[in-house]
């Protein structure tokens, strides 16, 4: 649910949204010069995660037909995998967006289409609400692309009770984690926006028919019903895994939420994209998107380097990490909270609203 779409971008390399003042620009600036060895991309890394991660990931639908044959109780864990490949697929598609995963715009562009194709994301569109979403995250004042629908408490408890409810769906597990992975990869990226460019409508155009002769192909290799079961089981890890990433990466209880003339790319990045600290078998699955706070101060870092990146810098080792028990809590978050400057819960929202009126 999207409130207004207030900007796009062609491509999405550095950050170009002004600061408030010389001492910010000069911060940025400054951040910019200390991360530049991290932001040059290396094609035998890039090229590695290609071979291995489109290598799973398609070795994966093969072991599924295979399986098939023997039992669905071999088959269905295999569609697990083959979801959880396809969020790995995801980061590196990601990456090309950004124009960082190989040093050639033409290779990106290449591979983000190609990458775009398996995981039913149109790379041209995708890429431009993502830039929008890189230049306002945190931003109160620029909700509504790209993002994840977000109301203060004032604003919920001012809206109809209509509003509110769709709210309240729209943030409940069963919608998020089980709707919304199929009305996003099935819905809203077969279509294109109503004021998307030519090359925004062509690009959603050759996905759907890529998509489309895979999914006739596979129907007739598998069976109509065995495919549908399967790319199901697919969609569903893949989006809900990938939904709780976003999700975390910019909804926790001390996330950095402020206004647009107070709005600051730096801690917009550092303060509001959390630090999630994920077991290595999840950290390879999400190609390091937890070091989200490194990647949106500098988008240009491809996703191999930012381990390395969040090493060698003392402030961001100092960030702290959200651990999975933290996790789990603030998927319970709801509304933010601008007089604490936290995201609370429906609970926690209507206490402070009755403690506000008993004042």
């Known amino acids: 649910m999207q409130l207004a779409r207030t900007a796009r971008a062609e491509d999405l390399t550095e950050p170009t949204t002004p600061a408030h003042d010389a001492g910010e620009a000069a911060t940025l600036a400054q951040w910019q010069q200390r991360l530049r060895e991290y932001r040059q991309p290396d094609a035998r ?21 295979f399986a098939l044959a023997v039992s669905w109780w071999l088959a269905v864990p295999l569609a697990v995998l083959a979801g959880g490949v396809m969020v790995r697929v995801f980061i590196l598609f990601h990456d090309c967006g950004h124009g960082s995963f190989f040093a050639s715009r033409r290779a ?52 109809t009770p209509w509003r509110r409810l769709c709210y309240r769906l729209s943030r409940s597990p069963i919608v998020m984690f089980g709707v919304a992975p199929f009305v996003l990869f099935l819905v809203m990226q077969r279509v294109a926006r109503r004021d998307a460019t030519a090359s925004e409508r062509a690009s959603v155009l050759w996905t759907n028919v890529a998509v489309a002769a895979t999914a006739v192909g596979l129907a007739l290799a598998f069976g109509i019903v065995p495919y549908l079961i399967l790319q199901a089981i697919v969609l569903l890890v893949a989006g809900a895994a990938g939904i709780g990433l976003f999700y975390l990466q910019h909804q926790f209880e001390d996330a950095y939420w402020e206004r647009g003339a107070q709005w600051d790319y730096t801690a917009a990045a550092l303060q509001g994209s959390s630090f999630l600290r994920l077991p290595r078998v999840l950290q390879w699955f999400s190609g390091n998107i937890g070091f989200h706070h490194i990647h949106h101060l500098s988008p240009r870092i491809p996703n191999y380097h930012l381990q390395r990146c969040h090493e060698s810098e003392p402030a961001f080792r100092a960030v702290r990490p959200l651990t999975l028990r933290e996790m789990v809590r603030a998927l319970n978050l709801r509304l933010w909270h601008e007089p604490t400057r936290k995201l609370v819960s429906f609970r926690e929202a209507k206490r402070l609203r009755g403690a506000r009126a008993a004042g």
């Open 45 to 65: 890394s890039a090229t590695w995660q290609l071979v291995t991660t489109i290598g799973s990931y398609v070795g994966a639908w093969v072991a599924m037909y």
């Open 108 to 159: 990106n562009d290449f591979w983000g289409v190609v990458t775009g194709w398996l995981t039913l994301t149109p790379y041209q569109q995708w890429r431009s609400d993502h830039a929008v979403h890189h230049g306002a995250a945190s931003d109160l004042d620029r909700r509504g692309v790209g993002d994840i629908w977000t109301m203060t408490v004032q604003e919920y408890h001012d809206a």
